[in-house]
Structure formats: structure tokens, C-alpha cells
T-cell receptor, first 114, second 109 residues
Framework: DTGVSQDPRHKITKRGQNVTFRCDPI?????LYWYRQTLGQGPEFLTY????????KSRLLSDRFSAERPKGSFSTLEIQRTEQGDSAMYLC????????????FGPGTRLTVL | AQRVTQPEKLLSVFKGAPVELKCNYS??????LFWYVQYSRQRLQLLLR??SRESIKGFTADLNKGETSFHLKKPFAQEEDSAMYYC???????????FGQGTRLTINP
């Protein structure tokens, strides 16, 4: 499968715990995006990388959130001290140099904070 | 501010009837507009983009800069069109997508 993959697909955690999600973009896609989607809403932008550089972060991304893409390939999104309001679907997308505006989405990681 | 508004959360039409999903946007500049679709148990996928001027699965969308709209239309709905549809925009520089709330389209047999 050459599509965007995300792991895990589901995560249940207790309030206050830390969680980490992984995204593997389509091979050779240089841009990688993270979005968050809550029930009844469209995806909301969190951050994006061009290669290993994090170029933009949303105000939604509080200091409890951190994202990395150390080698310009896969990315991780960590949430520290989770809160119930963090419960959402976390989506990853990637795009290539030749079609920067065409983003391909992964299946998402559904986070439930109890 | 960048904003996308989809006024209908739910839309239900009969098979064979025309369908129009509304999308209005707010952006100071020349945005690129998209429609994304999510079928049941599938990931979000691009349906069409305004610069392509294509018809995908019978759907078309015309960018109306005067009305700041990008409505999605299909003359004859099919049952397999039932899905969640999201309108989105991207500003100059090909960066983040700003999505609307989405419209759940149901095609009744």
C-alpha cells in the first residue's frame, strides 16, 4: 500500500497521560500536514512540514503538542498531559513537489481521552 | 481571515434528481478551492479542484469570485454519491487547507 499510513488507528488514554502518533507519508512526498477533526466539524489545520522543517503551526497547537519529522520522512505528533478536549480524530496528509496543493490523507488516529 | 462555510449539514435527495452542495468562502486574495469527499469507512479524498475544471464522477464546481462561492453540482444523483462532502480552500503558496464543516449527502432510492 503506497498511501499515507497512520499508527495507531485508535488510542484510548486517561487524562494526564502522554500519547504519540505516527504518520508515514507517501514515499517522496516532501510536505506533511497534521489536522484535527472533532465530531461534526471539518478538519482543522495543526501544523505542516516541508522535508524536516516545521514551517507553520496553528494557534490550536498549544505547548502540550509537539510534532517532529526528523529525517524528512515519517512524522510524530505528541500530546502531553492529555485533556478530555483533546479527544478527536488526528489526520495526517502529504503532498508532492509537483502537486503541492493536492493533499493525500491517511485514515486518521482516533484519540479518546477518558 | 480565511473561512469556508457550508450552510447545509445534511442534504437528502432522491436518486436521479439534481444535487447542489453549497460552499461560500472568505479570503483576501486568490484562493484555490477544492471539494473533498469521504465515503463510509474510507479516508478523505480529493474529488475536484477549481483549477482543473474537470468533471469527476459527474460532479462539477464553478468558482464564482463575485459571489465567493464554489458550489458542487451533479445533474443526476446516484446512490453511490452518498457521502460526506467538504469544501476547502488553500491560499497562495500551497500551504494549509481550510475546510468547511461538511455536508452529509444522502441519496434515497
Amino acid at each position: 500500500d503506497t498511501g499515507v499510513s497512520q499508527d495507531p488507528r485508535h488510542k484510548i488514554t486517561k487524562r494526564g497521560q502522554n500519547v504519540t502518533f505516527r504518520c508515514d507519508p507517501i514515499s517522496e512526498h516532501n510536505r506533511l500536514y497534521w489536522y484535527r477533526q472533532t465530531l461534526g466539524q471539518g478538519p482543522e489545520f495543526l501544523t505542516y512540514f516541508q522535508n524536516e522543517a516545521q514551517l507553520e503551526k496553528s494557534r490550536l497547537l498549544s505547548d502540550r503538542f509537539s510534532a517532529e519529522r526528523p529525517k524528512g520522512s515519517f512524522s510524530t505528533l505528541e500530546i502531553q498531559r492529555t485533556e478530555q478536549g483533546d479527544s478527536a480524530m488526528y489526520l495526517c496528509a502529504s503532498s508532492s513537489r509537483r502537486a503541492l496543493n493536492e493533499q493525500f490523507f491517511g485514515p486518521g488516529t482516533r484519540l479518546t481521552v477518558l | 481571515a480565511q473561512r469556508v462555510t457550508q450552510p447545509e449539514k445534511l442534504l437528502s435527495v432522491f436518486k436521479g434528481a439534481p444535487v447542489e452542495l453549497k460552499c461560500n468562502y472568505s479570503y483576501s486574495g486568490s484562493p484555490e478551492l477544492f471539494w473533498y469527499v469521504q465515503y463510509s469507512r474510507q479516508r478523505l479524498q480529493l474529488l475536484l479542484r477549481h483549477i482543473s475544471r474537470e468533471s469527476i464522477k459527474g460532479f462539477t464546481a464553478d468558482l464564482n469570485k463575485g459571489e465567493t462561492s464554489f458550489h458542487l453540482k451533479k445533474p443526476f444523483a446516484q446512490e453511490e454519491d452518498s457521502a460526506m462532502y467538504y469544501c476547502a480552500l488553500s491560499g497562495q503558496g500551497a500551504q494549509k487547507l481550510v475546510f468547511g464543516q461538511g455536508t452529509r449527502l444522502t441519496i434515497n432510492p
